[in-house]
Structure formats: C-alpha cells, structure tokens
C-alpha cells in the first residue's frame, strides 16, 4: 500500500469556520489549537492550497468556540458563505512538540503495524470525541473503517521518519 508523503507546502489546520455569528460579518470559529485562543497568533491564514490569505481577529469565546472577524467580511451573508472553510498556518509558525506529541496532520497516511510486523491498515484521519484521540484506520484486509485507540499502551510506536506506526490493539478490534 503506498505511503503518503506530508504536503509539499507544509501546512497545518489550526481551525474551521462554523458559520456566522451575529449579523454584522462575524465568524463562528472552531480552534484546533492546545490553547484554543491562540489561533489568533497564526493569523494571517490561509486555504488549504495557501492560495487565499485570512486575517483573523478574535472577538469573545462563544458556545462550541470563539466570534471572530476575518478582513474583508462584513455581512451575515459573507460569513455564512466561509461555513466549513478550513484555516491553515505553516508549520515553521507552530512551537515544537514534545518527543511524544504529534500534529494531527503528520498521521495521516502512516503505515499501522502490529507487534508481529504484519500492515493492519494506513491512518486516514485523527478523530477526538471527547475521550481521547482515535487513529482511523482503512486498509485492503479490512472490512470497513477500524478506530484505533491513539494511547501509548496500545500504540507504544511512532517513527514518523519511516512514516510507521506499531500498535498492540485490544483483543478482538481487528
């Protein structure tokens, strides 16, 4: 199964637009960030290409996330139309991890091995809800998608160098 590099542009999603707040042009704005406040510090975003640029004021924390005010938006009807838009920064922007932190981003398309060295799949997403993250596994001996608990007793292995992870998953997930 082949492996998929990271992005060429080395971009990394820090955020989502929900939809509109208000009727004066605000945003309803989901942070991706540890601390959900600091996706002001990145702005200007930008597109998933890096195409189009964002400047992003935060306003006030609002249920599910922040208001905020991007340039250039100053109608209801403007803001609803960036609903699902999803805002990047660079890397370099970004402070550096511990040893067994990782961004989201770097998961994807990571080979999965199991303690005996045989492909249970390749991660296709990163999901949280609400307890802790799961690796979302697809993969040719597979009938569906297979959601891997992302702990270190389960997943004690991860090299990014060689794009490979080892887990040890619970009895019967596989």
């Known amino acids: 199964m082949p492996t998929q590099t990271p992005p060429e542009n080395d971009l990394i999603c820090?955020?989502?637009?929900?939809?509109?707040?208000?009727i004066r042009g605000e945003v309803r704005l989901k942070s991706f960030c540890a601390q959900p406040?600091?996706?002001?510090a990145y702005s200007p975003l930008t597109n998933e290409d890096g195409s189009q640029s964002y400047s992003l004021t935060l306003n006030r924390a609002v249920k599910g996330g922040y208001s905020g005010h991007i340039d250039g938006i100053e109608t209801k009807e403007q803001a609803d139309a960036l609903k699902g838009l999803r805002l990047f920064t660079s890397?370099?922007?970004?402070?550096?991890?511990?040893?067994?932190?990782?961004?989201?981003?770097?998961?994807?398309g990571v080979q999965v091995?199991?303690?005996?060295?045989?492909?249970?799949g390749v991660v296709k997403s990163v999901q949280n809800?609400?307890?802790?993250?799961?690796?979302?596994?697809?993969?040719?001996?597979?009938?569906?998608t297979v959601f891997l608990p992302f702990t270190l007793d389960v997943v004690p292995t991860v090299d990014l160098?060689?794009?490979?992870?080892?887990?040890?998953?619970p009895e019967g997930l596989f």
Do not use: F, M, N, W
């Not at 890397?91 to 994807?108: G, N, T, V, W």
């Open 113 to 120: 091995y199991d303690t005996g060295g045989a492909l249970l």
């Open 161 to 169: 160098e060689q794009r490979r992870i080892v887990a040890d998953p």
């Open 129 to 144: 809800h609400g307890a802790s993250d799961l690796l979302e596994l697809q993969g040719e001996g597979l009938k569906g």
């Open 37 to 40: 406040e600091e996706i002001e």
């Open 91 to 108: 890397r370099d922007r970004l402070p550096s991890l511990p040893s067994d932190e990782y961004y989201h981003a770097d998961l994807i």
């Open 14 to 22: 820090v955020g989502a637009i929900a939809g509109s707040y208000g």
